[in-house]
């Protein structure tokens, strides 16, 4: 199970086992400073080290970031997109190919608190949030994993994800660094963490900043990404 929370705004990230396999897992809180990023001025920034460019120029760096969310070959988000408050892109809510579209799939928000919402869920609510990214499939929906995982799939990859606590009170986002399937992973989210509400954001492409270890995934150009932001 993960560790009581220690109370900082960012708790960093860490390596974990869970059932044999390997992840880092990042702990933040709804203090922290988390933001998603797609564009600048000369369109998508595509890295990390882009995002970190933008925020030198106001006094601020990354402490934290990975991809957050799927996107289209000219890195557009798919489905529904907010950052700073702007919608850029709407909300889907209909089954599709691919594992987006593995229903029921899911939103991650950012507002007074840190929340992954079911996708029906979201659109039946309509949360206040600065920041949102959609994905699928939901790895952990009220605490059942996905009713299409399972346990014997040969389907593995690298993937990453992101599960927040009932109260919204923090997130965990955890990257595996073995190839795993579906089900393994939302396990490690409700069995590993004990979190109640998870979201997959990504496969092949699945990769992590973390400044305090030097750790930089490096890689083809990403669409929206995530992350903890700082004073420099």
Not at 54 to 74: E, I, K, P, S, T
Not at 135 to 148: F, N, Q, Y
Not at 167 to 183: C, E, L, P, T
Not at 200 to 211: A, E, K, V
Request: glycine share 12%.
């Amino acid at each position: 199970m993960l560790a009581v929370w220690g109370g900082a705004a960012f708790a960093g990230c860490r390596d974990m086992a869970f059932e044999g396999t390997s992840y880092t897992i990042c702990e933040v809180s709804s203090a922290a400073d988390v933001r998603l990023f797609h564009s600048g001025a000369d369109g998508a920034l595509g890295s990390f080290a882009a995002v970190d460019k933008v925020l030198a120029q106001q006094g601020q760096r990354l402490d934290f970031a990975m991809n957050g969310g799927m996107y289209h070959h000219d890195l557009a988000p798919v489905g529904l997109y907010v950052e700073n408050g702007i919608q850029a892109t709407p909300l889907v809510t209909r089954a599709g190919p691919g594992n987006f579209g593995l229903v029921p799939n899911g939103v991650f928000c950012v507002g007074d608190r840190l929340r992954v919402i079911e996708t029906l869920a979201f659109e039946a609510e309509k949360p206040d949030c600065r920041y949102a990214t959609q994905s699928g499939p939901m790895l952990v929906i009220d605490g059942a994993l996905h009713p299409k995982f399972l346990a014997d799939s040969e389907s593995v990859n690298i993937r990453n994800g992101v599960g927040t606590s009932e109260d919204g009170s923090r997130a965990v986002f955890a990257i595996s660094n073995q190839a795993v399937n579906f089900y393994a992973f939302a396990r490690l989210f409700r069995d590993g963490l004990g979190l109640p509400q998870a979201l997959y954001f990504d496969g092949s492409i699945s990769r992590l900043y973390d400044h305090d270890s030097g750790r930089h995934d490096a890689g083809f150009p990403m669409g929206p990404m995530l992350g903890v932001v700082v004073p420099r």
